[in-house]
């Protein structure tokens, strides 16, 4: 059904799932979604803050069905149940970045989950033609901007591995694969598409230098192995914009040390490690209490400097030529 043959009175509402959730939770079921959230629907003018009529126009949205868009730290309402007020809304990205503390511009912080993303704050807007260009923080006066970077095959790319080639129990043996596998195959994360700088939607996944012979071991470290390889062609966009010197990680697959070591030498940058894996929780957390000065301030710990490794480097071009091949 066209959206215009609905009345006001019972016109649809169409909105991520925070403006969902804000609506069914709080009191006064206000329909409101925040800059962060809203950014990421194609519909949102990140300069006004506002929904852009000419997006509307061109993917056919109404304007009267979206909700109001709001900062990310302003006073949405109180929990119906319990009564507890909540102040700040947000995707996980800005949630992450504050949730990191204070980052200086020549560092980004990698967060790797289900997907990964790369963020580096901003001093004022600035667009680009590869990456995003994001909402790190919003209130009724000040608007902060951040850079990002995305991959979307992360952990989702170990579960793909784990359905698609029968691997028991990977997660738990992937420490010690990390340690003992030296000259993996080579594998092209396409699983959910490629995020930045392509954007290109499903590609077949494949495995390059695999024989029968192939052990379960060597396939997950390739996964791995991939992940960091999409990282640093990532990391080298950002760099054209400004030099990177550090690294940051968060995130659930920052636990795997041989990860972490990988993207040290491959990048030839120090990486830190957050002792607290969850970022976003912790950044929306401190948002929400009001932005306490101290109480962010989360713990790192110097975790690698880089060492040459020529094995990775060589499986790293190869990954390169292999993705320029399948994308000309």
């Known amino acids: 059904m066209s ?37 990421r629907t194609q519909l949102f003018d990140i300069h006004t803050l506002d929904w852009s009529e000419t997006l509307a126009q061109w993917f056919g949205v109404p304007l009267h069905y979206l909700p109001a868009c709001m900062p990310i730290c302003v006073d949405y309402g109180r929990l119906k149940h319990g009564g507890i007020p909540v102040t700040a809304v947000c995707g996980d990205q800005s949630a992450a970045m504050v949730g990191a503390g204070e980052l200086h511009e020549d560092t980004v912080l990698v ?58 129990d990977l997660l738990e043996k992937l420490p010690y694969w990390l340690e003992t596998v030296y000259n993996p195959p080579v594998f092209i994360n396409t699983v959910g598409g490629l995020g930045t700088p392509w954007m290109r939607g499903a590609m077949e996944p494949t495995l390059i230098g695999a024989s029968q012979e192939t052990t379960d071991a060597e396939r997950a470290v390739a996964v791995i192995e991939s992940i960091v390889f999409l990282i640093r062609l990532n990391l080298d966009q950002i760099s054209r914009e400004l030099p990177v010197t550090r690294l940051r990680l968060s995130g659930g ?3 795997l040390d041989g990860l972490c070591r990988k993207l040290c030498n ?63």
Not at 137 to 147: F, G, M, N, P, Q
């Open 3 to 39: 959206l215009s043959g609905f009345s006001d009175a019972d016109r649809p509402r169409l909105s991520p799932l925070s403006s969902f959730l804000l609506y069914h939770l709080l009191e006064n079921q206000p329909y409101v979604i925040d800059h962060s959230s809203a950014q």
């Open 111 to 168: 967060n790797i989950g289900s997907g990964a993303f790369l963020l580096r704050k901003l001093r004022r807007y600035r667009g680009s033609e590869n990456l995003l260009t994001g909402i790190a923080y919003s209130d009724a006066e000040t608007v902060k901007y951040l850079r990002e970077a995305t991959i979307n095959g992360a952990g989702s790319a170990l579960d793909w591995a784990v359905k698609t080639w029968g691997i028991p």
């Open 253 to 255: 697959l920052s636990r």
């Open 266 to 328: 491959l990048s030839g940058l120090p990486v830190e490690r957050s002792d607290d894996m969850e970022a976003t929780a912790r950044g929306v957390a401190w948002l929400a209490t009001g932005q306490p000065r101290r109480w962010n301030r989360a713990g790192w710990m110097d975790c690698l400097t880089s060492k040459t490794d020529p094995g990775l480097e060589q499986r790293y071009r190869i990954f390169q030529a292999e993705l320029e091949r399948l994308l000309a």
